[in-house]
């Protein structure tokens, strides 16, 4: 059993940066991949990044590619998501989520979600 709690979201201007944290509880955070996704009101939810276990390799929705970065420390339990160059399309409530599976922008491959933390960002 994996439990994530994140933190980090809140209301910034466009243009400006957000760091999110998703941290986990048990002992075998870093035998899972971790990933970002977002919802904004009305529409599905959408992979935004996501990391391999080791954090070797990393993945990104084109949407974000070159502004956002996610990076892990499993000694920590934590999976962070750095965001610059904010834009108000960005504005989601923002998830992370685990799994062993292999397909890591796909939400169904995802067996643990957190509670999500809202990020506004204002024209």
């Known amino acids: 059993q994996v439990q994530l709690v994140e933190s980090g979201g809140g209301l910034v201007q466009a243009g400006g940066s957000l760091r999110l944290s998703c941290a986990a509880s048990?002992?075998?955070?870093?035998?899972?991949?971790m990933g970002w996704f977002r919802q904004a009101p009305g529409k599905e939810r959408g992979f935004v990044a996501a990391?391999?276990?080791?954090?070797?390799?990393?993945y990104y929705a084109e949407s974000v590619k070159g502004r956002f970065t996610i990076s892990r420390d499993n000694a920590k339990n934590t999976v962070y998501l750095q965001m610059n160059s904010l834009k108000p399309e960005d504005t989601a409530n923002y998830y992370c989520?685990?799994?062993?599976?292999?397909?890591?922008?796909?939400?169904?491959?995802?067996?643990?979600w957190g509670q999500g933390t809202q990020v506004t960002v204002s024209s």
């Open positions: 990391i391999t276990w080791s954090g070797g390799n990393t």
């Open positions: 989520a685990a799994t062993k599976g292999t397909r890591l922008s796909r939400v169904s491959e995802y067996v643990y």
């Open positions: 048990g002992r075998t955070f870093s035998s899972y991949a």
